[in-house]
């Protein structure tokens, strides 16, 4: 497997969440799995339920920790990459991944979303901070990952 060529995308969202924003998370990352290496801040919450998705599902997940420990990671991070940088590790998440999807979220959630757009990555959001310029809204799991996928191929094609 050529993991240098994957698709790197990454989830956004909270600590803590709702069984229904954690489901919304969850098939995230289960229909990003085969396509694509998910990336997230490797906690809990909506962090938590992408990873277990693409987990699940037999993809690769990377959590950019914000502490000095792996083991904080959440049970379905395969790497935690420990940064022991607090809330920068951020920049480092935005930095890794090619485009991004937003569940939910607080504001650690629309810093990363600024910072993705501050660098001309593609952001789709999904259940999270509503009426900013630059993100691409939709409903459903489904819709989220075909716009992503969308949303690069049309990069490329400005390349």
Known sequence: MDLK?????????????????YNLAYEVGKL???????????LGGVMEAASRGAFEAGGITVG??????????N?????PVVTDIGHARNVVLVRTAEAAIAISGGYGTLSEIALALKTWKPVIGL????GIDGV????????????????????????
């Open 5 to 21: 060529n994957r698709r790197r995308i990454a989830i956004f969202g909270a600590g803590i969440c709702d069984e229904e924003i």
């Open 75 to 79: 049970p379905y991070v395969l790497v």
């Open 32 to 42: 990003l799995a085969p396509k694509a290496i998910v990336y997230t801040g490797g």
């Open 136 to 159: 691409t809204y939709v409903d459903t799991p489904e819709e989220a990952v075909a716009k992503v996928f969308e949303a690069l191929a049309a990069k490329r094609e400005e390349l």
């Open 64 to 73: 950019i920790l914000p502490g000095n420990r792996a083991e904080d990671a």
């Open 127 to 130: 259940r999270t901070w509503a």
